[in-house]
């Protein structure tokens, strides 16, 4: 019998480079259509995607490239600004990058003939993941293989730095609270900053090495998810330091996790690109085994839609989509 659970990707979008990294914007924009950046070895490209789940008039998926950003280096992260709007003007798209070369640009462009680009100089080593503050964007967190988190303001200029005891791997903020900063470290820890008085609050403990991704569901925000060799774990932050679930997800190592944006029991788990098996897993917390199973071999980067239960990983000069029915 066939494995009902592995599907092919709902949707495929053709790209003109590898895709190292793909990001939906988790904001509301103004825009019907839903804004997305994905990053190759030299550019990000920046567009609006439509699904037939939106509006009947699309056969399966309309992406319009809105702007190519020429970026003279692979792009490793992208993360979008809450000040990002396409419903008055002057337009604005607004989203930073890491970098290969270590560094963290902060991208500004009115979609017209104005594009600031700022760089910001300061780590010493690769940069796992950035995100903006998602109430007003006027501050930017970065982890870094350098054990430090930093915190960058507009200017580009570093406010704070919290020195890690391991790689961080990734950063989140509080959706409400802007003084509260996630960041998750490669050796198993996860820590909540106050920003006002730069001390951990609280701390997780995976019980196994290495942590490789972690999200904090921003629907809920007292569940807490990672990968962390080859399992997906789980915490609720008011009842134990100690992850509440953890199950098996991936032969080889498990590289990325993300919860859903549209639902908060919904999350995605991908193993390590180009490794066998390595595949993209959509979970939920009310069934023991995958929900989904994505057939096409992972590439990298991994983000949800805002209001669907639909995930995007990037590839091989193709982003693939799955639509997973819940």
């Not at 070895?41 to 702007?67: A, H, I, M, P, W």
């Not at 006002?196 to 569901?217: E, F, K, R």
């Not at 490794?275 to 085994?289: A, T």
């Amino acid at each position: 019998m066939p494995d009902e659970t592995v599907r092919s990707a709902s949707y495929t979008v053709s790209c003109e480079d590898y895709v190292h990294v793909v990001e939906f914007s988790p904001f509301d924009c103004g825009s019907p259509a839903s804004l997305l950046a994905y990053g190759g070895n030299q550019y990000v490209v920046v567009g609006t995607c439509r699904f037939k789940e939106e509006d009947t008039e699309v056969e399966d998926v309309e992406f319009t490239s809105l702007q190519v950003f020429l970026h003279g280096v692979r792009v490793d992260a992208i993360a979008w600004s809450p000040e990002t709007r396409l419903d008055k003007l002057p337009l604005v798209i607004r989203f930073c990058t890491a970098a290969a070369d270590r560094k963290v640009r902060l991208w500004t462009s009115d979609l017209q003939n104005n594009c600031d680009v700022k760089v910001m100089e300061g780590h010493t080593s690769y940069i796992n993941h950035l995100v903006f503050e998602p109430a007003e964007g006027k501050q930017i967190a970065s982890v870094s293989d350098d054990h430090t988190c930093r915190v960058w303001n507009l200017d580009g200029n570093e406010t704070i730095s919290f020195r890690l005891r391991s790689p961080g791997v990734s950063v989140c903020w509080h959706p409400e609270d802007i003084c509260k900063l996630m960041v998750a470290e490669k050796k198993g820890t996860i820590r909540f900053y106050d920003r006002v008085t730069q001390h951990a609050i609280l701390s997780l403990d995976s019980g196994q090495v290495p942590l490789m991704s972690a999200d904090w569901c921003l629907t809920n925000t007292i569940k807490v998810g990672a990968v962390v060799a080859n399992d997906w774990v789980i915490w609720d932050i008011t009842r134990s330091s100690y992850p509440l679930e953890k199950r098996p997800a991936h032969v080889d190592k498990a590289r990325h996790f993300r919860w859903s944006r549209a639902n908060e029991n919904l999350f995605a788990t991908t193993g390590y690109p180009g490794k066998i098996n390595s595949q993209l897993l959509v979970h939920h917390l009310g069934h023991p085994q995958p929900v989904m199973i994505g057939s096409a071999s992972v590439g990298a980067g991994l983000s949800w839609h805002r209001t669907l239960p639909l995930c995007v990983i990037g590839g091989d000069r193709k982003l693939f989509f799955w639509m997973t029915e819940m």
